[in-house]
């Protein structure tokens, strides 16, 4: 992989990597997200990815829908703990035409106020919507209870109440506040040239602007070994036990990696997946999960189970992580994790969808993009004793914390 960077005389940095697919994907990621909300503004980071598309000053919502849907398209937007992305795919020859939009979007929202009103209704479905589904809501309310208080701990969403109190000036003192052209990166994998996609982003993203962005609120008020059941008018008793684990700067970031995948990643050939759903037949999801934010991270288990088959599926849980924390993987157990998630990774980045969205959060986070050779690298260096000493510092059973939606 080739990847090219610029930075733009505004300050807007940049990665490209040309492909020679007709098919191009571009996005605008921006350093900004719920744990940026201050008092009273829970959801407000998710909510102004709603309304961003709901009108500019020469474009209504209906010519934003449709503006790349028109030649076959997709627009987009995300909006996570820490970054809001707006994100398009399009056939080669719209370059021009999606990238404009972009910068229209971004630059030139008017926010309407019958269009907030109308899209606070459509936000409040999408949370009750979550939370009508406990096999996803259990991971927020998780995270609640690992960093209570704390803006991590709260939901993208936000709640009916904080979403129903949101108006312009709100939106546009969050945007002032966060939104500043040394926190924003473009990220584009497409057959363009970095020449011609320069002259293009210098066109219609030559404006500058200044936010005021605030340190990072890093004091976590946790209390390890918590354990937290809540009765559910559920089919499934819902359980995540985990930690909290190391940040996305950390230099044994690789290792977290390879432990997750390891444990309970995607392959079916996972240790929980063998050793729990197919040896026993007690659950038809369980995984673990690491999430990685700027200043800490979540190393995590989930598993969906009977109710009569709790206690007993948790204790086969821990009876992985306790051979993890105490047995180092042989010389082919660990050649085998590696290249397995080798191969995952490979395959991912085969996807230009995919791989666009990970260079513009990896530029954003990391100001820049590991080539192959490089990520090969760190993973073949990986040791059985960095496995196991991983384990024992996310998985210590002394800090484990649990939540359990237990089934009436």
Not at 50 to 72: A, C, N, W, Y
Not at 153 to 162: A, K
Not at 192 to 217: A, D, M, P, W, Y
Not at 242 to 252: C, R, S
Request: proline share 3%; glycine share 8%; net charge negative.
């Amino acid at each position: 992989m080739k990847f090219e960077y610029f930075t733009l005389p505004n300050g807007l940095r940049v990665i490209h990597q040309r492909s020679k697919s007709p098919v191009a994907h571009c996005g605008l990621f921006i350093n900004a997200g719920s744990r940026d909300e201050v008092d009273g503004e829970n959801g407000l980071a998710h909510f102004i990815e709603h309304v961003i598309f709901k009108g500019t000053q020469k474009r209504k919502p209906f010519h934003i829908l449709s503006r790349m849907e028109d030649v076959g398209g997709e627009l987009n937007a995300y909006t996570s703990k820490e970054e809001t992305v707006i994100h398009t795919s399009f056939l080669k020859t719209y370059y021009p035409r999606a990238i404009e939009l972009i910068s229209d979007i971004f630059y030139n929202s008017t926010f309407p106020a019958k269009e907030i009103e109308k899209e606070k209704a459509v936000v409040i479905d999408e949370i009750n919507s979550y939370l009508d589904s406990p096999g996803e809501q259990i991971f927020d309310d998780f995270e609640e209870l690992l960093f209570k208080g704390h803006p991590l701990g709260q939901s993208v969403l936000g709640t009916p109440e904080s979403v129903n109190i949101f108006n312009q000036d709100m939106i546009q003192n969050f945007i002032h506040r966060n939104y500043s052209m040394d926190e924003i990166v473009f990220s584009s994998v497409g057959n363009i040239s970095s020449e011609r996609l320069e002259r293009l982003l210098n066109q219609f993203f030559e404006n500058t602007v200044h936010g005021t962005k605030r340190e990072l609120k890093t004091n976590y008020p946790w209390e390890k070994g918590v354990r937290v059941e809540v009765n559910r008018e559920t089919f499934q008793t819902h359980c995540v036990i985990g930690n909290q684990a190391v940040d996305v700067y950390d230099d044994d970031l690789p290792a977290v990696v390879l432990l997750n995948n390891l444990l309970g990643g995607p392959g079916m050939n996972s240790r929980l997946n063998l050793n729990i759903r197919e040896r026993y037949g007690f659950t038809y999801n369980i995984e673990s999960y690491y999430s990685s934010y700027r200043d800490t991270g979540v190393f995590g288990i989930y598993l969906g189970t009977d109710k009569g088959t709790i206690d007993r599926s948790i204790q086969l849980v821990h009876r992985e992580l306790k051979k993890l924390r105490e047995v180092k993987l042989g010389i082919l157990q660990l050649s085998k994790a590696k290249k397995q998630m080798l191969g995952q990774m490979a395959m991912a980045a085969d996807n230009n969808g995919s791989l666009m969205l990970g260079m513009g959060r990896s530029v954003l986070i990391h100001d820049r993009m590991d080539d192959w050779n490089a990520t090969v690298e760190k993973i073949e260096a990986i040791t059985s004793d960095d496995l196991r000493d991983m384990a024992n510092r996310v998985l210590n059973p002394n800090e484990l914390t649990y939540l359990i939606y237990k089934a009436k």
